[in-house]
């Protein structure tokens, strides 16, 4: 044991010895790390009990997934369409009713708890996009199935957060963000977005579109060293620092794009559990007032979940030719150049210039360059000569 730490990082550290199973190990390392004070002194210490935790977390999360995968294929659902969308709230607050008035399924609609009990995928149509909802059984406290539905959320491409306006909201709310924030899913989006791809071999390679701010490309692959992965892919999107780095890696936590969808806003006391909601919110997530029962902002929710996703129509069209009938589904900043690579090889290599209508241009048939940015809704030409 080192010399040089506090009494109270000592008694934790032969706490962590005596933790018999992991998430217990995992709970007081969390607290062991934060009671080491941060000086040269503890780094050695600090960057292995770091790089402990990490192996623990990837260990508890490996097991999970094989209990999952065992006990019930039943709550893997295939993704299907432009995107997935896991609805999650408690027992009756309307989540398979909302699904029934949004999508093709037909899942049973009883006032009795607990009606649904494994996820029901339906497909949802957005002028001409499909986008899949998928219903997940209810989160409560001690649920069965929670930590299989909260695989099925991390494993979404965004959430609906349903909350019931008959009965107390702010309660639903706080345990639905609870339950995700255990889960290490956020709601908040982050300043930058970071994706590791795993590789057998090749070290550590950093693929940046901004600036590291605090640190240099060295400390970065230090850190993931000091994690335990030697080879990946690191593609950062924005300006990082090190700690950004370390929440994802170390603390695996990954962003969700959420809406909360208020349910029953056709019932009296709706309203004002509305409001309720709203204070709390203050416009930090978007919520929508909606009734599965009187269709009230179905069309609103739809694009809301369309929007939620981060994706784009691009209608292609050939030189004199229609305009295609059916979009290309492309994340949002997808470039001209992007979409001339994915029509044809040919296309992208003698690419000379492409004509625009939409919203990305100020006039109709707008000559545009290779990195013109796209939107919602444009039709692109592209032109080799
Ligand atoms: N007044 C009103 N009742 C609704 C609305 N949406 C759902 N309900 C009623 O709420 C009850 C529960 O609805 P479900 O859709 O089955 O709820 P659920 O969240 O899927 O519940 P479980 O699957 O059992 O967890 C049913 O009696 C529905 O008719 C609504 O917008 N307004
Ligand atoms: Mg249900």
């Known amino acids: 044991m080192p010399a040089n730490l506090p ?16 998430p217990e190990k995992i709970r007081v390392l969390e607290q ?7 000086h040269k002194g503890t780094e050695n210490i600090r960057k292995q009990l770091r790089r ?8 508890l999360e490996e097991r999970k997934r094989k209990r999952v995968k065992s006990s019930s294929g039943k709550f893997a659902i295939k993704k299907e369409g432009a995107g997935q969308v896991v609805i999650l709230g408690d027992t009756k607050s309307g989540k398979s009713s909302l699904l029934a008035s949004l999508t093709n399924a037909k899942p049973k609609i009883s006032d009795a708890p607990f009606t649904t009990k494994i996820p029901i995928p339906g497909m949802m149509i957005y002028e001409d996009v499909q986008i899949q909802l998928v219903e997940a059984p209810a ?21 609906i957060l349903l909350i019931d306006l008959k009965r107390d909201p702010i309660g639903q709310l706080k345990f639905l963000v609870e339950c995700l924030r255990d889960a290490r899913i956020s709601l908040k989006k982050p300043r930058v977005k970071i994706d590791i791809e795993r590789r057998s071999s090749g070290g550590i390679q950093v693929l940046s579109t901004g600036v590291f701010i605090d640190c240099s ?4 692959k230090k850190l993931f060293r000091d994690y335990g992965i030697n080879n990946a892919i690191v593609r950062i999107w924005g300006d990082v620092t090190l700690k950004d780095l370390e929440d994802y890696v170390g603390l695996n936590i990954i962003y969700k794009p959420s809406i909360i969808v208020a349910n029953k806003y056709d019932c009296e006391v709706a309203e004002k559990n509305y409001l309720k909601l709203r204070s709390l919110l203050e416009d930090k997530v978007k919520i929508i007032p909606f009734s599965a029962k009187s269709k009230l902002n179905d069309n609103l929710l739809r694009r809301e979940i369309f929007n939620l996703l981060g994706i784009i129509r691009v209608y292609t069209k050939e030189v004199n030719g229609p305009i295609a009938e059916k979009p290309l589904v492309v994340p949002y900043g997808t470039r001209v150049i992007d979409i001339a690579k994915m029509i044809h090889s040919r296309l992208y290599k003698e690419f000379k210039y492409a004509r625009v209508w939409g919203d990305s241009v100020k006039f109709d048939g707008q000559k545009v360059g290779r990195n013109h940015v796209l939107h919602d809704g444009d039709v692109v030409e592209i032109r080799t000569k």
């Open 7 to 22: 009494p109270r990082a000592r008694a934790l550290l032969r706490e962590y010895q005596d933790a018999r199973t992991i």
């Open 32 to 38: 062991l790390i934060s009671a080491i004070p941060t």
């Open 52 to 59: 402990r935790l990490a192996e623990l977390r990837r260990e």
């Open 139 to 159: 989160l409560f406290p001690q649920a069965p199935w929670l930590s299989q539905v909260l695989s099925l959320a991390r494993n979404a491409d965004a959430l």
């Open 217 to 220: 490309l060295d400390d970065i």
